[in-house]
């Protein structure tokens, strides 16, 4: 939660935020954003371990947050986190569905349990947390739900179909959801993240990523901080009469 990094904020005071997937990468910093701008944040992951790092980040800085172990495929325990961040904190304002993993190999040579655990983490875990947050989030003056997408659900990506239908199916729930509660003031959109150095890039050889960067009109690889506050934004008051709104933040890919 570095000060360096801070080139947005809003006032969240009083909010309060669920993020999945917030024990590192993206997750993370979008916890972290959300928390330093007054939000208690329920951090959500499986690796108890990593979330109380990002917990125990957040609490140095200043912020509020606690940490919830989940498999977000886990329907039964998804309720549960939901009920007990609300039965902690009185609430539900904002819910950031952000788990997600990759499996990537060719259509070919892509195996059942590859395609399903992915479709599982990305999209069923987005469904769960989704209808569950929904009531509470109700009863919130400005509820918001933020989904992380990915520009592979728009344009799709060779070697990641499980991915990019994932990601895909992610991107037409948004829209769904977003017409199925506006009538009570709750704003649904994604966030959809193009070539982003995390640690799943921090893998790729520096051939393969110079070679990404040259797909990107801006030259270059985004920072988790881009995504941090693309969801700051769609989490704050100025975003209030935006939702069914998908988001890319590409350096200009799907352009």
């Known amino acids: 939660m570095s000060d360096a990094k801070i080139r947005l904020t809003t006032d969240l005071s009083g909010q309060v935020a669920l993020v999945t997937g917030a024990a590192r990468g993206l997750g993370r910093a979008i916890a972290e954003n959300l928390a330093r701008c007054g939000a208690k944040v329920a951090c959500v992951d499986v690796n108890a371990e990593l979330l109380d790092q990002t917990v125990a980040a957040i609490g140095a800085a200043g912020g509020t947050a606690m940490a919830w172990t989940c498999d977000v ?4 325990r998804v309720s549960a986190v939901v009920d007990e961040v609300v039965k902690t904190w009185g609430g539900l304002d904002i819910l950031v569905n952000n788990a997600g993993i990759t499996k990537d190999t060719l259509i070919l040579r892509m195996k059942d349990d590859q395609w399903d655990a992915v479709i599982n983490i990305n999209l069923r875990g987005t469904f769960l947390f989704t209808r569950a947050a929904a009531r509470p989030l109700m009863k919130s003056s400005r509820g918001r739900i933020i989904n992380i997408a990915s520009v592979a659900g ?13 990601k895909a199916g992610v991107i037409g729930l948004t829209r769904t959801v977003a017409k199925e509660l506006a009538g009570r003031n709750i704003t649904v959109n994604a966030v959809a993240p193009g070539f982003i150095a995390t640690d799943m890039t921090a893998v790729l050889s520096d051939e393969v990523k ?46």
Do not use: C, W
């Open 210 to 255: 110079e070679a990404i960067k040259k797909q990107v009109p801006l030259g270059r690889m985004g920072d988790p901080q881009d995504i941090a506050d693309a969801v700051l934004f769609l989490a704050s008051p100025a975003a209030g009469f935006i939702t069914g709104h998908v988001l890319t933040v590409d350096g200009g890919l799907t352009a």
């Open 73 to 76: 495929t886990d329907s039964a």
């Open 154 to 166: 728009i344009m799709g990506n060779p070697g990641q179909s499980n991915y990019s239908a994932s």
